[in-house]
């Protein structure tokens, strides 16, 4: 989706006088840009529409102050393009069986018995105990098979214990490409390459994962050429044995207007939670599926880049269209973070403090670089935030992970006192960069580029602390 972005961005950016004309050219280069990426022609008339509304009844009182036009102008595209890839429905969310147990079972009270206090476990008999298996649905050559890894590895990331079951009996193969893929990416496997009853394997597997206690346990089927009826009645009798606590549709994403009706017909008899989205990477023209699952009202929780394992993104309406359009998403990047489990890491406390308070200092960039670096895919985080995305986004995944670390080498050289300012005393004092430069042993630029980086990431934590005093994060640009 390169190209529709590239547009979108074009469209927008192309509005410098805010005449009418200007503003109605900008309109009609979105609707032909979706258009083109295989929108829904329902869709973009009604976005057509309200974007017209919204423009009429906000920018008009915003006199002639350009800036702030524009801004409002942003805002009303962005808000009307999320709409459109928003089924408005929350993911379902697995948990960890340890987390669970220490949850509920870790919860005590205090009781007397036999006229002492005493601590016990509260709830500890009615704790019910079980893994959260996933199966994935969709046709053959969707991307199951590689989005159950993806979405395995995800999770190890995570801390999650995840196992994979191969449930394909029906192409040759199948049990092979998933253990090549398991094996690579060190998630433990089921699988058989005798038996051929799907059903049998699929609840032996997750039977063998439940009794290890694993935290998910990850389903992948068949899928056939079409949506054939034995498919659908395999994917019911396999659902009705496993149980599964969500099932997922994997999705080609380059399908174009005919994910509706795929979608629609897979919901009827497998009843899915989430769509993942795959082949999203180079030009497909996503927005049919983008768009047309929001319509069957199922929240995309992913969406497949490419064919390697890191290739694979957190799927959310603001994140998304914020880096379609180019903005920075600090509402995706704090939800990165949050899904680490740091709540007991002293140095991201104080970070997150730091910033409700407007305050982002270079050790706050050092500790957020090095969040980034335990959160992979880096690339993708690269690109919630501007300027970063553009240092990275011709790089692969190694070489930002590399240039990650060089600047966290960098702020190593720093001093105490530089490290808790907001950086200005570089400015003031340049011969501290050569200072670090000779420490770090890095040229004077890559220095600069660290405190260019800082800047921007503090201007980004600033305007959150101005949007939200209460410190609650918000979505979007505000
Ligand atoms: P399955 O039949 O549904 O299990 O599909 P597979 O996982 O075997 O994938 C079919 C083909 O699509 C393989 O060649 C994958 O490498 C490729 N593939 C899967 N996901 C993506 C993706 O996000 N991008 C690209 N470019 N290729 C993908
Ligand atoms: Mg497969």
Redesign the pocket.
């Known amino acids: 989706l390169a190209d529709l972005g590239a547009r979108l961005r074009g469209a927008l950016s192309s509005v410098e006088s805010g005449s009418d004309e200007e503003i109605n050219q900008m309109i009609k280069d979105i609707c032909s840009a979706l258009l083109e990426s295989d929108v829904n022609i329902k869709l973009v008339v009604k976005l057509r529409d309200n974007i017209k509304l919204k423009i009429k009844s906000d920018l008009s009182t915003s006199g002639n102050n350009m800036n702030e036009k524009r801004k409002k102008l942003q805002k009303i595209i962005y808000d009307e393009l999320c709409g459109l890839v928003d089924s408005h429905e929350e993911p379902p969310k697995p948990t960890k069986l340890s987390v669970n147990s220490s949850k509920t079972s870790g919860h005590t009270v205090t009781k007397i018995i036999n006229g002492k206090k005493v601590k016990v476990t509260a709830n500890k008999n009615n704790v019910k105990e079980s893994s959260y298996v996933i199966m994935f649905v ?10 159950c890894t993806k979405l395995a590895v995800y999770y190890k990331k995570r801390g999650f214990k995840v196992g994979l079951v191969c449930a ?1 009996t029906f ?1 040759a193969g199948a049990f092979d ?1 998933l253990k090549q893929n398991a094996i690579k990416a060190s998630i433990p496997y089921f699988g058989s390459y005798l038996e051929q009853d799907p059903v049998k394997i699929a609840n032996e597997g997750v039977e063998k994962f439940k009794q290890e206690k694993f935290d998910i346990i990850i389903v ?1 089927t068949s ?1 056939r050429h079409r949506q054939e009826q034995q498919l659908f009645n395999e994917m019911i009798q396999i659902s009705e044995m496993i149980a599964p606590s969500q099932t997922i549709m ?1 999705m080609d994403g380059s399908i174009g207007q005919a994910a509706e009706s795929q979608a629609k017909a897979f919901k009827e008899s497998a009843n899915f939670g989430s769509i993942i989205l ?5 030009h497909a023209k996503g927005g049919g599926a983008i768009s047309a699952v929001a319509i069957t009202k199922t929240p995309i929780i992913f969406i ?4 390697h394992v890191n ?1 694979f993104e957190i799927f959310k309406p603001s994140t998304f269209i914020s880096k379609l359009l180019g903005i920075g998403d600090l509402q995706g990047l704090i939800e990165q973070v949050q899904s680490l489990n740091l709540q007991n890491d002293e140095n991201h406390k104080k970070t997150l403090e730091n910033i409700k308070e407007g305050k982002f200092t270079l050790r706050d960039f050092q500790n957020q670089l090095n969040n980034f670096l335990k959160m992979g895919p880096l690339t993708n985080i690269a690109s919630m935030i501007p300027g970063m995305s553009n240092l990275m986004s011709q790089v692969g995944e190694e070489e930002t992970s590399d240039k990650i670390k060089n600047m966290i080498f960098i702020m190593d050289s720093m001093t105490q006192e530089e490290l808790e300012s907001d950086g200005r005393l570089f400015v003031k004092q340049p011969s501290r960069i050569i200072r670090v430069a000779k420490g770090s042993g890095c040229p004077a630029v890559e220095i600069e580029m660290v405190l260019q980086q800082h800047r921007m990431m503090s201007t980004m934590a600033k305007s959150a602390a101005a949007a939200n005093p209460d410190g609650t994060p918000s979505g979007g640009p505000g």
Do not use: A, N
């Open positions: 969709g046709l053959q050559g969707s991307g199951k098979t590689t989005s394909d192409r490409q992948d899928g994997v795959t082949k999203m990477d180079g497949g880049t490419g064919e290739d």
